[in-house]
């Protein structure tokens, strides 16, 4: 309204000057309000410029401060069995992944870069498959224990690791505040690992290439997957619902909305990505060999649409690259990405 006001008053200005004005002076108060105006639309333009600030995170493309997204990932062991349930700090992960564990339970690895979670846990134990898949961000790995191949594998690739079996009571602690019995109350936080890490030594920067995004949201042309259901067992569910209105997904596992304990904020997914991989038991603990070295299918889903995919992974320690039918390597829409790991032909229901 103002703005019409203010237009309104020019144009009775200009008729009065163009009547008792000669036409050299006409001609300079048209220039002059021509450049006021330009002047007007070049702040507009340099506003809309500067409304990202600082620099996209590799592992999620959100932007933050420099200093946040050139400091080294954290990687951690989130406890899954149901009477570990919620976990703290989970929302504030970047990137997540859900393996199997020995049947019939899933155990997730949080990535964390931007963000410092004041409670984190409950934490549990490592698995060789945790590690193949870390050695790709090169982070500060958070754990308590694990099994012997993946503690073999942890002091050969000198990891920059925290042990809760081998660390004070500063570092991670049994949480008596949350109604959890041991082995699922190992609890931390994001101040205590970034201290530990450098009171280790550990490199404060990572070495690591992240994932590709789009620098705005953009929709699939794919199948539908608005409702994306991934069986793991009988009673181990994940299930993923859209939202079209904040075009995220909410999760739920085994048939309960899934919040961070911390706060109670819900779980949600801007990208999934269903990575198939081939899976076996490999002792009488019912401890997992999955094989993530190598080539396989895949699905990749945001935004209410989904597509085939095909995931390649040539050594241990090399990236996971993800690509679509015609060989192109996925764009990712900005936003925090679950990856859930699955054996060849799993039970899905994407509608």
Not at 15 to 35: M, N
Not at 136 to 144: G, H, M, S
Not at 170 to 185: E, M
Not at 227 to 254: A, G, S, W
Request: charged share 30%; hydrophobic share 35%.
């Amino acid at each position: 309204m103002k703005g019409r006001t203010k237009y309104f008053l020019l144009t009775i200005l200009i008729v009065i000057l163009l009547t008792s004005c000669k036409k050299e002076d006409v001609k300079d108060i048209e220039d002059e309000i021509i450049q006021e105006e330009d002047e007007q639309i070049e702040e507009v333009i340099v506003e809309e410029k500067n409304e990202k600030e600082g620099e996209p995170s590799p592992l999620s493309g959100i932007y933050a401060p420099e200093e946040k997204v050139s400091r080294r990932p954290v990687a951690v062991m989130y406890d899954n069995h149901p009477s570990a349930r919620w976990q703290a700090g989970l929302s504030k992960a970047e990137v997540i992944y859900e393996f199997m564990v020995e049947a019939p339970y899933t155990r997730y690895m949080a990535l964390f870069l931007i963000n410092d979670p004041e409670s984190i846990g409950p934490i549990r134990s490592s698995r060789p498959y945790f590690v193949s898949t870390l050695l790709e961000y090169d982070p500060v790995y958070v754990r308590v224990g694990g099994s012997p191949e993946a503690k073999r594998d942890i002091k050969n690739y000198k990891i920059a690791d925290i042990d809760g079996l081998s660390s004070s009571n500063r570092v991670l602690w049994k949480n008596k505040k949350v109604g959890k019995k041991a082995p699922h109350n190992t609890y931390t936080s994001m101040e205590a690992i970034r201290k530990t890490q450098l009171e280790r030594g550990y490199r404060e920067t990572g070495n690591y290439e992240g994932f590709k995004f789009n620098e705005e949201d953009v929709n699939l042309i794919g199948f539908a997957a608005e409702k994306v259901q991934i069986n793991y067992f009988k009673n181990n569910t994940t299930l993923y619902r859209y939202n079209p209105d904040e075009k995220v997904y909410y999760r739920e596992k085994d048939g309960k909305p899934h919040v961070d304990e911390w706060d109670n904020v819900p779980i949600v997914a801007k990208n999934i990505i269903i990575q198939e991989a081939k899976t076996r038991v490999i002792d009488n603990e019912g401890r997992l060999s999955i094989d993530i070295v190598g080539e396989g299918k895949g699905k990749y889903i945001t935004n209410g649409k989904g597509m085939d995919i095909k995931w390649v992974k040539k050594t241990r320690e090399g990236k996971t690259y993800f690509y679509d039918v015609t060989g192109n390597e996925i764009i990712l829409n900005p936003g925090v990405t679950w990856i859930q790991v699955v054996d060849v032909n799993p039970d899905l229901i994407i509608e």
